[in-house]
């Protein structure tokens, strides 16, 4: 279970930058709602791996990359949606 909290987040925002780099880059934003998808399945497994770390007992955990975890959320979001809102603009706006 603890793989799945720490890597699963990770290769689903992978997959959300995947997916909304695909919708851009072949005009379908049939790829907009999975990727927007990844990402908030993504973001909620972080709860689960802090809630883990609680029940580890290791708090020094916690505090040693909650920076790191509020970072790459901020990240994680705002690169999907740059990506995603570009591949719907691309669209809506074609040459």
Same mark, same amino acid.
């Given at each position: 279970? /603890? /793989?799945?909290?720490?890597?699963?987040?990770?290769?689903? $925002?992978?997959? %959300?930058?995947?997916?909304?780099?695909?919708?851009?880059? !072949?005009?379908?934003?049939?790829?907009?709602?999975?990727?927007? $998808?990844?990402?908030?399945?993504?973001?909620?497994?972080?709860?689960?791996?802090?809630?883990?770390?609680?029940?580890?007992? /290791?708090?020094?955990?916690?505090? /040693? !990359?909650?920076?790191?975890?509020?970072?790459? %959320?901020?990240?994680?979001?705002?690169? !999907?949606?740059?990506?995603?809102?570009?591949?719907?603009?691309? !669209?809506?706006?074609?040459?």
């Amino acid at each position: 279970m /603890d /793989d799945l909290s720490t890597i699963g987040p990770l290769a689903l $925002g992978l997959l %959300a930058w995947a997916l909304g780099l695909a919708a851009l880059m !072949t005009r379908r934003t049939g790829l907009c709602a999975p990727s927007l $998808g990844c990402c908030a399945v993504a973001l909620s497994l972080v709860p689960l791996h802090v809630y883990l770390e609680v029940e580890a007992g /290791d708090l020094s955990a916690i505090q /040693d !990359t909650a920076h790191a975890f509020a970072l790459s %959320a901020a990240a994680l979001v705002l690169g !999907t949606l740059a990506l995603n809102a570009a591949a719907w603009l691309r !669209t809506r706006y074609k040459e």
